[in-house]
């Protein structure tokens, strides 16, 4: 079984590299910084890694090269890819983000991910796809004044939401050859996560692996929050 996982050097990514390895994946590491890519060599976490960085020049291009490092390792099956790259921002308030914030938040939370997506399903035998969001994404809980009032980036939200969007659509296209997940990964002690977060990266990716198994539903938006899998609302 082979797993790609791109933001694999993050809090999340390398809980889940250790999780795909521990489950019998071998790993293709996927993120910006080579130098951190040999690390989870070197720590057994990844078989393979590859730097695509998506705001670099030439997306097309650097995904066709990944393309070509895929296909000269033989590879024709990709049995699980794992969209885990993302961004946040510390910034509250309309006045403090700017066009080129959204512009890079939408790049590699959303066109990104969804061209990387294009690319496995055209040239690989692609069975699952977990795209990793957030419930900051979720349109309708920014709508209940409970949880909207919480305070959260809109380059953020916006861009989460539209991989939520992403994710559906794929779904809807190409269910009938693949599985395409939406997660919430529950609010993690580690990389981009708020203070207060109880979850540690290890336990949330252990949910996802059970999740994954279970091939639950592509048409729900599932939260690793507790140790109960939950849905949100879209
Ligand atoms: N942590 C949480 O509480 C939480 C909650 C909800 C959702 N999430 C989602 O979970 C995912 C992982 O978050 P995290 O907490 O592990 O964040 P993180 O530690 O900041 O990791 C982010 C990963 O994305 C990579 N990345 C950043 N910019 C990139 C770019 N331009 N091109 C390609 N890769 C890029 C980073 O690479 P480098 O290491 O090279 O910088 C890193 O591997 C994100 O999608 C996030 O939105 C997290």
Redesign the pocket.
């Known amino acids: 079984m082979r797993a790609i996982i ?8 390398s809980a889940l590299c250790r999780q795909a390895k521990l489950s019998g994946y071998d790993v293709v590491a996927v ?3 080579p130098d ?1 890519l040999q690390s989870l060599v070197q720590c057994g976490l990844a078989d393979e890694v590859f730097a ?4 670099a020049e030439g997306l097309d291009a650097n995904l066709t090269n990944f393309e070509s490092f895929l296909q000269g390792r033989g590879l024709t099956k990709i049995d699980l890819l794992i969209n ?5 921002s510390k910034q509250h308030s309309l006045f403090d983000e700017s066009a080129d914030e959204l512009r890079r938040a939408f790049e ?2 959303c066109i ?1 991910p969804g061209q990387l997506i294009r690319r496995m399903a055209a040239s690989f035998s692609l069975a699952t796809v977990v795209n ?4 900051r994404g979720s349109v309708a809980q920014n709508a209940d004044e409970q949880v909207s009032k919480l305070g959260c980036s809109y380059t953020y939200r916006i861009s ?1 939401s539209a991989l939520n969007m992403l994710s559906l659509c794929i779904a809807d296209e190409l269910g009938d050859r693949l599985l395409s997940y939406t997660v ?5 002690r ?5 203070q207060g ?1 109880e979850l540690s ?1 290890d336990d949330s990716a252990v949910r996802l692996f059970q999740l994954i198994a279970a091939r639950p539903d592509p048409s729900l938006f599932y939260s690793l929050e507790h140790e109960q899998v939950q849905t949100l609302p879209w």
């Open positions: 791109t933001g694999a050097t993050g809090g999340y990514g993120s910006k910084s951190k695509l960085d998506y705001l885990n790259a993302g961004i946040g590699v939370n990104g990793i969001s957030s419930r989460k919430h990964p529950g609010r993690l580690s990389g981009i996560g708020v977060a990266a």
